[in-house]
């Protein structure tokens, strides 16, 4: 079966500072990879997104995540964190079922960020 | 705003009691997934529509229904309520089948008392 793990439950950075959320992933095909972020009372929004190619794949708001398939590690990364990345972070592997793909959510990592 | 409509925003009912979560899907998109997001479970798919079919379920309960209208809309009807299905509901919508990027409604915090 599939499954997600963000090994830290909360990242404290200080803005301006750079960040990198872990993501480990166990799935036995090809992946689909995600990062959506949660802002308080809101749904998630796709940050970014990993089906095949490059490796390196870029997302909005100035993120960026790396597939690695010799870690099964699909790390989210950001130059420099701003006062507003402050929310909390999901890891999510996409299975095949029903001719869809449904994700597979990790716990996730709640991020905060000190002016 | 993802263009994914989801109501009531929040619900507070007794034990025992049935609600009906609605979902109104952005536009164009045929497929829909309700999700449960709550501290115990963390985000746990439940079920997913496509174009009025169920195609996949998930840890969704017995006393858990949910079905896809002609007009794309959905409904997650949840039964027999117990204070452990108090969380917040996100109904999410994608193109055609879905690659597993989702839209995500702002989802319904449903206190059960």
């Known amino acids: 079966a599939q499954s997600v793990t963000q090994p830290d439950i909360h990242i404290t950075v200080s803005e301006g500072a750079s960040l990198e959320l872990r993501c480990n992933y166990s799935?036995?095909?090809?992946?689909?990879l995600f990062w959506y972020v949660q802002s308080p009372g809101q749904g998630l929004q796709l940050l970014l997104k990993?089906?095949?190619?490059?490796?390196l794949v870029q997302g909005i708001k100035g993120f960026e995540a790396e597939f690695k398939r010799s870690q099964s590690s699909f790390n989210l990364r950001k130059p420099s964190v701003h006062w507003s990345d402050a929310a909390e972070y999901f890891c999510?592997?996409?299975?095949?079922?029903?001719?869809?793909?449904?994700?597979?959510f990790g716990r996730g990592t709640s991020l905060i960020v000190h002016p | 705003d993802s263009g994914v409509t989801q109501t009531p925003k929040h619900l507070i009912t007794a034990t025992g009691q049935r609600v009906t979560l609605r979902c109104s899907p952005r536009?164009?998109?045929?497929?829909v997934y309700w999700y449960q997001q709550s501290l115990d479970q963390g985000l746990q798919f439940l079920i997913q529509?496509?174009?009025?079919?169920?195609?996949a379920k998930g840890n969704i309960l017995e006393r858990f229904s949910a079905q896809q209208f002609p007009d794309l809309h959905s409904e997650l009807n949840l039964s027999s309520l117990e204070l452990g299905d108090s969380a917040l509901y996100f109904c999410?919508?994608?193109?055609?089948?879905?690659?597993?990027?989702?839209?995500f409604g702002e989802g319904s915090r449903l206190t059960v008392l």
């Open positions: 999410a919508s994608s193109v055609r089948r879905g690659t597993g990027e989702l839209f």
């Open positions: 529509y496509y174009n009025g079919e169920e195609r």
């Open positions: 799935y036995g095909a090809t992946p689909y």
């Open positions: 536009s164009g998109d045929l497929s």
């Open positions: 990993y089906f095949s190619g490059d490796t």
């Open positions: 999510a592997v996409g299975y095949s079922s029903g001719g869809s793909y449904i994700p597979t």
